[in-house]
């Protein structure tokens, strides 16, 4: 069974930093491209990041330009986002997810998702 188990979250006051960590199971992690996903209370869970199987592209939400950055280890079969400049409009649970190496901004294209993590920022 595969398992994504994302990691990181927590409580900031805006302008603060956190990274998040997805950790998977996946025996053929370094063939997957890789997304993150957010879903804020009341919303539909939206686009946020993802990467190609080779790590060699990633695309982000505007909302998220230049503030979040997503890389992938795959000797640890695991992808990370560093955000930065949080502010609280990006409060929400935040998900990982995996799908055969071309990556997608629609969530139901995805094979594989974690539990998601919490991030709250504080104004």
């Known amino acids: 069974q595969v398992q994504l188990v994302e990691s990181g979250g927590g409580l900031v006051q805006a302008g603060g930093s956190l990274t998040l960590a997805c950790t998977t199971s996946l025996r053929t992690f370094s063939t997957y491209a890789m997304g993150w996903f957010r879903q804020a209370p009341g919303k539909e869970r939206e686009f946020v990041a993802h990467?190609?199987?080779?790590?060699?592209?990633?695309y982000y939400a505007d909302s998220v330009k230049g503030r979040f950055t997503m890389s992938r280890d795959d000797a640890k079969s695991t992808v990370y986002l560093q955000m930065n400049m949080l502010e609280p409009e990006d409060t929400a649970v935040y998900y990982c997810?995996?799908?055969?190496?071309?990556?997608?901004?629609?969530?139901?294209?995805?094979?594989?998702w974690g539990q998601g993590t919490q991030v709250t920022v504080s104004s």
């Open positions: 997810a995996a799908r055969p190496v071309v990556p997608s901004i629609h969530p139901a294209e995805y094979s594989y």
């Open positions: 990467i190609m199987w080779n790590g060699r592209s990633t």
